[in-house]
């Protein structure tokens, strides 16, 4: 008799990327500036997460809008990593983004398009697959397409949430605000900049702490994710408040940081682990990620290796 294997984790990307990472000396107006190494990835919140669920040994699928040359492009790049995929197409160009590394200061310069326009039409077929998915989590991540209806991910969310099944959401803007105010996540991600956007206001700490809890106790989610840099980051849920630290490592580009701990999280629940963690895993994933150049993520050797010192080491804040 077989055993069913349970089905992948689904993301959803509704404003996708082919990621263009290089790096040059300097920097300079006018003139040509010569680039090298350069390197083409996948890229876009749910794309991202799908490559480092799957980079951690899970199951996901990931799912996109893309259209035109560059869409094609992306599917390659996925295919070439092993992602299991699934291409909605749209009839504007998949949106290319561009990052410059530069040597002699270590500054990154990112370029990064609003990308194609999509119409109400273009996103059905992605409601479709988030009702009818077999998978206990559906992770959308990343900006809303130009003139894609405010409301989308929260009309995601009631369609996985009527199944039984947990929407977990990383956005900003009108998409995040939207979905916290009309629908019930599982798990929320905003960043600190994020989150402050949401609740109109500069945050200190206590402040931070105190939004993610609001949140909660408002029933709009129930974990909050707060990543907050070099600051490290938090957790709020029924069972209070978790602060941890950021682990310290030399970081050489920013890049994928919030998609890596956001990845590691989910891979992590539905492996069965508590919030606190798979939170901590995500933790380890962000400062695994931080150590790669460009568009680079996470590896899981490194996640692992990170996230057993820190849990050696203790690192803990106390929530104020």
Same mark, same amino acid.
């Given at each position: ?25 300097? %920097?300079?107006?006018?003139? /040509? ?96 697959? %988030? ?9 959308? #991540? ?28 990383? #956005? ?8 916290? /105010? ?19 206001? /500069? ?49 050489? #580009? ?35 990620? %931080?150590? /790669? ?28």
């Amino acid at each position: 008799m077989s055993i069913a294997r349970p089905a992948p984790i689904l993301t959803i990307t509704l404003n996708p990327a082919v990621d263009v990472s290089s790096e040059t000396e300097t %920097v300079r107006p006018v003139r /040509k500036v010569r680039t090298s190494n350069v390197r083409y990835d996948p890229g876009g919140g749910g794309i991202n997460v799908a490559r480092v669920i799957t980079a951690l040994g899970g199951k996901a699928e990931a799912y996109f809008l893309a259209g035109g040359e560059t869409g094609s492009l992306l599917t390659r790049l996925l295919q070439a990593e092993g992602i299991a995929n699934h291409l909605v197409p749209i009839e504007g160009q998949t949106r290319i983004s561009f990052m410059v590394h530069e040597r002699s200061t270590g500054l990154e310069y990112r370029f990064v398009p609003e990308g194609p326009p999509v119409q109400s039409r273009e996103l059905e077929p992605c409601l479709d697959v %988030v009702a009818s998915h077999k998978g206990q989590y559906v992770v959308a #991540s990343g900006s809303l397409p130009t003139d894609a209806p405010p409301d989308i991910y929260a009309r995601m969310a009631k369609l996985v949430s009527a199944r039984g099944a947990k929407f977990v959401l990383d #956005s900003s803007g009108t998409g995040l605000d939207t979905a916290l /105010k009309q629908s019930r996540l599982f798990l929320v991600k905003p960043s600190r900049g994020e989150l402050e956007q949401f609740v109109g206001r /500069k945050l200190d700490d206590a402040g931070v702490g105190q939004a993610a809890s609001d949140i909660v106790a408002s029933g709009a989610a129930e974990i909050v994710a707060i990543t907050m840099g070099v600051d490290g980051a938090l957790l709020a849920s029924a069972q209070g408040v978790l602060r941890v630290p950021a682990i310290h490592v030399r970081v050489r #580009s920013a890049l994928g940081a919030g998609d890596s701990f956001l990845g590691a999280m989910v891979w992590a629940l539905s492996e069965g682990r508590t919030p606190e963690e798979a939170f901590r895993l995500g933790v380890a994933a962000g400062a695994a990620a %931080v150590m /790669k150049p460009g568009f680079e993520l996470c590896r899981r050797e490194e996640v692992l290796a990170l996230n057993e010192a820190a849990l050696q080491t203790g690192g803990e804040i106390p929530a104020r």
